[in-house]
């Protein structure tokens, strides 16, 4: 070629070349064989399919099909029905590891049975007692930690429960079925409040429906107790009897008190003293007496009644205080991880017929059991009871009767041959096992033959029943202590007479002292106490927060009941109505409630009035800084302290003025539980916490010795102040609430 066809940046400026022709003509060939594969891809589709283009008359094989409007694959409607729904999401919209539909996460934080344990009664029945608010009791278990609360509570499941179907038995394992979180069970103690309503038997036959709730004994969780006192109609204090009276004991005492509870005690674990100290019977009873008076003494003191004063009959004689006494029969002894307890009536009622069937040989259970505590001392020659020993150093009744076989069962069991053990049982209890029972092991065995001997715990219900009022006769009081309102009875509003007196034909007034996460721990239910009218699922209330009143109702909302149940920790029982005096769990409230709060019907025309809120004995004086680790996730952390005010009744969520999160508690532990319900139940994100700080208060103990003065900017007024305590009971009325 020429130079000059070429200009001086190098374009071709020439001639046209004489191949252009022939390129155009490779073009217009190639479009052609494209047109061809075209059409032969359609005749291998067959008529009717991907023809959407073309005219209603033409051929099928002649139709002109865009690309776009071409169909390989059929559509989801096609594929999976017309109901599927379809999700069509971007290219690289969210990482490969993150599926587009995310599996339902189950949260297995609590042990709980997907299917209802079986018992031995029907629901039926328990739905029947529920009817009836005079055969209720309403019982907080308390005591502080390790003293057999929740033991306890496992020898009263396994006694109304078809417990073997479980099979955590085998092992020898502690049943713990009120700590149902996985934390409770790998700590070994109780973190939650847990209520059971249970059907217990008594002495005479007849079925009670027995509320009761499992108190935890660490001091960090003493808001678990006041929120169950304030639903309790009465306290079951249980001490044991080596530990004796502790810091956790006084405290629940106390609060019993406060709240104007009925005081019941069981003395636990009882095999120790045989087991453990191997103490002498007679040594036992006096320890047993020390505990006793030990409780006697709190009680004393947190009523005003002088230490020294003299008991007759159970009562103080300074005071109306009920004391504790065997003979009164509010004390029982228990060796729940044996499975047995009794009171002293329902020991003696073993002796029924030992003495003869003859009209003057009979035994008077009642008398006999008056006689069985005290300095009391039996004259076998003259079978007759006396209050001076017959020789020194003779055994008291208690001893004799009481001690002394349970001692010498003890001892057969854990040391004698088996076939002396059958032969004791056999002749002395009236007792026989199955031959494979007598090759167990010695505490497995000695369980059975204590079950077998003693029976069921109806001395303990007996016990309840009888110094425990019923939900009925306790409401009257229970309502003067906590209702906010009017309590004239002879006032124009009604509302206050259906609650004193119970009634399930009333309007719907409920208390609501606690809050239970759900098992995915994305909502509450409501526990809580009826104190008039009748909740069904469906009903439509109205929930009044605590800081609500008739003249400002902006801490109020409406609501609908889902659902209704009786709690039985590990499962819940359905309940197509529940009835004034019971306590109740209710599905549907919690997004009005973040403490406490009134629950009432929503077109209740009459004025109402709030429950007071909790009053605790102790503060949250711990405070922690909470920050997530990821910065994004700040609102799944502000939402998971939401919900942990709600779980905890003392804790307290803040936002200070620097912008951080904190959050305080009563303790070390009460925080650590804390936090682990925030990372792994509520926001279920990695939080950083700051170094704990503790809040010092000081106090002034003695009157100062100078005088501190403030002057005027014009130096002609003076000011001078001095430092003195209050008087004795003044701090205590003003934080009760007395004084205002």
């Given at each position: 070629m020429e130079d000059s066809h070429y200009d001086e940046f190098g374009n071709y400026i020439g001639p046209a070349l004489s191949d252009s022709d022939q390129e155009e003509e490779e073009e217009e060939d190639e479009q052609q064989q494209q047109h061809d594969d075209d059409e032969d891809m359609q005749d291998a589709d067959g008529p009717g399919v991907g023809y959407a283009a073309a005219d209603e008359d033409a051929e099928p094989g002649t139709a002109i099909v865009l690309a776009e409007d071409k169909k390989y694959y059929?559509?989801?409607?096609?594929?999976?029905?017309?109901?599927?729904?379809?999700?069509?999401?971007?290219?690289?919209?969210?990482?490969?590891?993150?599926?587009?539909?995310?599996?339902?996460?189950?949260?297995?934080?609590?042990?709980?049975?997907?299917?209802?344990?079986?018992?031995?009664?029907?629901?039926?029945?328990?739905?029947?007692?529920?009817?009836?608010?005079?055969?209720?009791?309403?019982?907080?278990?308390?005591?502080?930690?390790?003293?057999?609360?929740?033991?306890?509570?496992?020898?009263?499941?396994?006694?109304?429960?078809?417990v073997?179907?479980?099979?955590?038995?085998?092992?020898?394992?502690?049943?713990?079925?009120?700590?149902?979180?996985?934390?409770?069970?790998?700590?070994?103690?109780?973190?939650?409040?847990?209520?059971?309503?249970?059907?217990?038997?008594?002495?005479?036959?007849?079925?009670?429906?027995?509320?009761?709730?499992?108190?935890?004994?660490?001091?960090?969780?003493?808001?678990?107790?006041?929120?169950?006192?304030?639903?309790?109609?009465?306290?079951?204090?249980?001490?044991?009897?080596?530990?004796?009276?502790?810091?956790a004991t006084e405290r629940a005492i106390q609060q019993a008190v406060a709240e104007g509870l009925a005081i019941t005690l069981i003395i636990s674990k009882m095999d120790r003293l045989i087991t453990e100290l191997k103490l002498p019977p007679v040594d036992a009873y006096h320890k047993i007496a020390f505990t006793i008076e030990e409780v006697n003494t709190v009680i004393r003191t947190a009523t005003g009644t002088p230490t020294n004063g003299a008991v007759a009959n159970g009562v103080a004689k300074s005071s109306s205080t009920p004391?504790?006494?065997?003979?009164?029969?509010?004390?029982?002894?228990?060796?729940?991880?044996?499975?047995?307890?009794?009171?002293?009536?329902?020991?003696?009622?073993?002796?029924?017929?030992?003495?003869?069937?003859?009209p003057q040989d009979v035994l008077l259970i009642d008398e006999f059991a008056k006689r069985l505590w005290g300095d009391v001392w039996y004259y076998p020659e003259e079978r007759v009871f006396r209050r001076k020993p017959p020789q020194l150093g003779a055994d008291r009744s208690f001893v004799t009767f009481i001690l002394d076989p349970l001692y010498k069962l003890t001892a057969t069991v854990i040391g004698e041959h088996p076939k002396t053990i059958e032969k004791v049982l056999g002749d002395q209890f009236g007792v026989y096992l199955k031959s494979s029972s007598y090759s167990q092991d010695v505490k497995p065995l000695l369980k059975q033959v204590c079950s077998k001997v003693f029976g069921s715990a109806t001395g303990l219900v007996d016990m309840l029943v009888q110094h425990i009022p019923s939900s009925k006769a306790a409401t009257a009081s229970k309502v003067s202590r906590l209702y906010t309102g009017p309590q004239d009875p002879s006032s124009a509003n009604q509302v206050i007479q259906f609650m004193t007196g119970c009634s399930r034909t009333g309007p719907l007034i409920m208390h609501v002292a606690k809050l239970f996460p759900k098992n995915d721990c994305s909502s509450f239910d409501a526990y809580g106490r009826i104190f008039s009218g009748t909740l069904r699922p469906g009903d439509e209330v109205r929930v009044l927060g605590e800081n609500y009143t008739p003249d400002d109702d902006e801490d109020s909302g409406d609501a609908v009941v889902s659902n209704v149940w009786l709690y039985q920790a590990r499962y819940r029982v359905p309940m197509s109505k529940v009835t004034a005096g019971n306590l109740v769990l209710v599905e549907g409230?919690?997004?009005?409630?973040?403490?406490?709060?009134?629950?009432?019907?929503?077109?209740?025309?009459?004025?109402?009035?709030?429950?007071?809120?909790?009053?605790?004995?102790?503060?949250?004086?711990?405070?922690?800084?909470?920050?997530?680790?990821?910065?994004?996730?700040?609102?799944?952390?502000?939402?998971?302290?939401?919900?942990?005010?709600?779980?905890?009744?003392?804790?307290?969520?803040?936002?200070?003025?620097?912008?951080?999160?904190?959050?305080?508690?009563?303790?070390?532990?009460?925080?650590?539980?804390?936090?682990?319900?925030?990372?792994?139940?509520?926001?279920?994100?990695?939080?950083?916490?700051?170094?704990?700080?503790?809040?010092?208060?000081?106090?002034?103990?003695?009157?100062?010795?100078?005088?501190?003065?403030?002057?005027?900017?014009?130096?002609?007024?003076?000011?001078?102040?001095?430092?003195?305590?209050?008087?004795?009971?003044?701090?205590?009325?003003?934080?009760?609430?007395?004084?205002?």
């Open positions: 059929p559509t989801a409607e096609e594929t999976y029905g017309a109901e599927t729904e379809t999700l069509v999401m971007e290219e690289d919209a969210q990482p490969l590891e993150v599926p587009i539909i995310a599996p339902v996460v189950s949260k297995r934080l609590e042990k709980l049975l997907d299917v209802p344990l079986a018992t031995h009664y029907s629901n039926e029945f328990l739905a029947t007692l529920s009817t009836n608010p005079e055969l209720i009791r309403n019982v907080a278990i308390v005591g502080a930690l390790h003293h057999g609360k929740t033991t306890l509570m496992d020898m009263l499941v396994e006694q109304t429960h078809d073997h179907s479980l099979g955590i038995r085998t092992n020898g394992q502690q049943l713990r079925f009120t700590d149902t979180r996985v934390d409770e069970q790998a700590r070994g103690i109780s973190i939650k409040a847990m209520p059971m309503s249970l059907v217990l038997e008594g002495g005479t036959g007849k079925s009670f429906l027995v509320n009761l709730i499992d108190c935890p004994g660490h001091v960090n969780f003493n808001d678990e107790v006041t929120a169950a006192m304030r639903l309790a109609d009465g306290i079951l204090l249980v001490v044991d009897v080596l530990e004796g009276v502790g810091a004391l504790l006494d065997p003979v009164q029969g509010n004390v029982a002894f228990a060796s729940c991880a044996y499975g047995y307890g009794f009171t002293l009536k329902s020991f003696a009622q073993l002796y029924k017929g030992v003495c003869g069937d003859d409230l919690d997004t009005l409630i973040t403490k406490t709060a009134t629950v009432v019907g929503r077109y209740l025309d009459e004025e109402v009035h709030v429950f007071r809120p909790l009053r605790f004995q102790t503060r949250s004086v711990m405070k922690i800084a909470t920050e997530p680790l990821q910065p994004s996730e700040l609102p799944k952390m502000v939402e998971g302290l939401r919900k942990i005010n709600k779980s905890y009744p003392l804790a307290v969520t803040r936002v200070e003025e620097s912008g951080e999160h904190t959050l305080l508690g009563t303790g070390e532990l009460y925080l650590d539980s804390v936090m682990k319900d925030l990372r792994e139940m509520y926001a279920d994100i990695e939080v950083k916490v700051a170094d704990p700080v503790v809040a010092f208060c000081e106090t002034v103990v003695e009157t100062s010795s100078l005088k501190c003065f403030a002057e005027t900017p014009n130096k002609k007024n003076k000011i001078t102040m001095i430092a003195e305590p209050l008087d004795k009971g003044l701090a205590e009325d003003i934080e009760s609430g007395k004084i205002r």
